[in-house]
């Protein structure tokens, strides 16, 4: 009788992995480090069904990359497993328990049954070879070894993925490609050998959202054409409501909750999954800031009372072109103000000039062309002394405060270091109340003073370098994207504090950003910039709902929203706008 019912339990078990590509049993995950072992996964159950996106999401630090890597035993030699992940072949003849393969079984599986895509392109690209031999290189490694087909296959393969010219594109270099381009090429490089199951860990997290929009599309690709199943790792629940079929939600090492993708977004059971929702930004979400007492926080001042801090007129921008090629002009003649105590929002996609603008009016950047006056000196022209005395009254949040903090100085010194160089400390001890009082201001102990920049999460460097623009009580502040690398629930977090400091302080801001649920959250006017130009400025809420421009409406349309059904009906208006529309 036992042996029967063994054998109805294996049975039972070969059915269910027929329907399941990958199943993840009571995975668990550690690392060895100085400090001792550091549990970073812990009993991690879920399936993968075949021709199925599933979706796995939760903030940084919950253990996705690391289970995502486990499927492919793609771990560091520090990590110790546990459990069992189990990965059929597509025709389900074959289930190998990956965590027991040899090093020579691995490199059999990866590629050929299961394939990663890097959040980071750059990270995978190999800068001195061509792209079509990054491509064949797996196919070599997978016994292919006629040049022809190769290279067929690999233009082939670049066809499918969207590159445009592919029997010529295939010679060039990764310097070549956008950034979109080239997690297209990542993406292809997994495809080639037509494997059963894909891996992308935040392959969209880096890209503006149309180039978002094509990604996905090209994931969806994957599933409906190549007949592949997909796990996608995210923090962007946008992403999941557009592209997912089911969902696991991890946090902190566990999986807290697990469904179809309809389910996990209108009937979380989860505290941590309601909380997750909660903080994803949406179109036309008003963000009201409080003070203790439940009062809502506003401005002292009316902005449009307020005189100019920035008036720009016909500005241009040049960079100087190298090795024979010409000039690039990255601002194109734009007119703009900012008025004191207002937020003005700039929004656009990767090259559009945004950054180029910001630091124009930081003076970190030279003005080419027409005028561009900053807190009552013109910067066309100007020398380091006049403006000198001006930088002490600019801050500036920096999209990634990781690079730009020193990473051998504290918090502390860190924060401190304006004020030392404008004079208003003689050294970092006696700055060290003030500098307790900034962190405390941006919800930061004062015992982070002590810490190193590597020593605090993204959210809490980010704040930090808050504190850091806001030190010397500037009255102008540029923002450039300084939420776009953090998760949703730290975002939330960030634009709260941001939008009190600025209601208690009063500070002109240039918010730049390519999300617009986030800048309509925060701005009073939004300016949309478009290949160094202008295309559309006015009010939020005209901008937001009722745009002009046709590059605007595809920027709204490419914005996945954090609804399954609504993104459904919103990625065929997107497909509408494109075939009707050419931007």
């Known amino acids: 009788m036992t042996e029967q019912h063994d054998q109805k339990n294996n049975q039972d078990q070969r059915n269910q992995q027929r329907d399941n590509l990958a199943s993840i049993k009571d995975l668990s995950v550690s690392f060895m480090t100085d400090a001792g072992s ?19 999401v939760g903030e940084s630090g919950s253990g996705k990359s690391v289970t ?24 389900g003849s074959n289930t190998l328990d990956v965590l027991s393969l040899s090093g020579e079984q691995l490199r059999e599986m990866r590629g050929a049954e299961a394939a990663m895509v890097f959040q980071e392109p750059n990270s995978v690209l190999n800068p001195v070879y061509t792209i079509g031999w990054q491509i064949e290189e797996g196919l070599r490694a997978h016994g292919m070894k006629d040049k022809k087909e190769l290279r067929a296959k690999a233009i082939d393969i670049l066809k499918k993925v969207g590159i445009p010219d592919a029997e010529t594109r295939v010679d060039y270099y990764p310097h070549q490609f956008s950034g979109g381009q080239k997690q297209r090429i990542v993406i292809a490089m997994a495809l080639v050998l037509n494997p059963g199951l894909i891996l992308a860990d935040e392959p969209t997290t880096a890209l503006d959202v149309t180039v978002q929009a094509e990604i996905l599309d090209l994931l969806r690709l994957a599933r409906d054409e190549f007949g592949a199943s997909v796990l996608i790792i995210t923090h962007n629940m946008g992403v999941i409501a557009d592209i997912a079929d089911e ?16 389910q996990i977004f209108y009937k979380p059971q989860h505290d941590y999954t309601r909380r997750l ?40 921008i040049m960079y100087p072109g190298h090795l024979m090629q010409p000039d690039f002009k990255a601002v194109d003649g734009i007119d703009f103000e900012i008025h004191r105590s207002e937020v003005l929002g700039l929004v656009g996609e ?6 180029t603008t910001g630091r124009a009016i ?61 004079h208003k400390f003689g050294s970092v001890a006696e700055a060290r109340n003030y500098v307790g009082d900034l962190l405390e201001m941006v919800q930061l102990p004062r015992v982070y003073m002590n810490r190193y920049p590597h020593e605090l999460s993204g959210g809490q460097r980010q704040r930090a370098s808050l504190a850091r623009g806001l030190a010397l009580k500037p009255s102008l502040l540029i923002a450039d994207e300084p939420t776009s690398a953090l998760d949703v629930s730290v975002q939330a977090k960030v634009l709260e504090l941001f939008k009190t400091l600025q209601a208690e302080i009063g500070f002109a801001c240039l918010f730049i ?9 925060l701005a009073d006017r939004i300016m949309v910039m478009h290949k160094g130009r202008i295309v559309e400025h006015g009010d939020a809420d005209d901008v937001i709902q009722n745009p002009q421009n046709p590059y605007t409406r595809k920027l709204l349309a490419s914005l996945p929203l954090p609804d399954p059904v609504e993104q459904r009906e919103h990625r065929a208006h997107l497909h509408e706008l494109l075939a009707t529309e050419k931007i």
Do not use: C
């Open 247 to 262: 969902v696991v939600v991890m946090y902190r090492g566990h999986v807290v909750e697990q469904g179809p993708v309809e």
């Open 513 to 521: 950003t390519h999300d617009l649920a986030v800048v309509d959250m």
């Open 68 to 91: 995502a890597r486990s499927i492919i035993k793609l771990l560091p030699e520090t990590a110790a497993t546990s459990g069992a992940v189990y990965l059929s072949n597509r025709e």
């Open 38 to 56: 550091i549990k970073a996964v812990e009993n991690v159950s879920f399936t993968i069904p075949r021709k199925t996106v599933v979706g796995v």
């Open 362 to 422: 930081a003076g970190l950047q030279k003005v080419s062309g027409g005028s561009l006056n900053v807190l009552g000196v013109e910067m066309n022209g100007v020398k380091e002394r006049e403006f000198k005395s001006k930088r002490a009254d600019i801050g500036f949040v920096f999209q990634d405060p990781g690079s730009s903090f020193d990473p051998l100085m504290t918090i502390a010194e860190n924060v401190a270091e304006p004020l030392l160089v404008h």
């Open 277 to 316: 929702l909660a903080a994803v930004p949406h179109i036309g979400q008003q963000l009201v800031v409080k003070d203790r007492e439940g009062k809502p926080i506003e401005r002292k001042t009316d902005w449009h009372d307020q005189p100019l801090a920035v008036k720009a007129t016909n500005l241009s």
């Open 350 to 355: 990767s090259g559009s000039g945004k950054s």
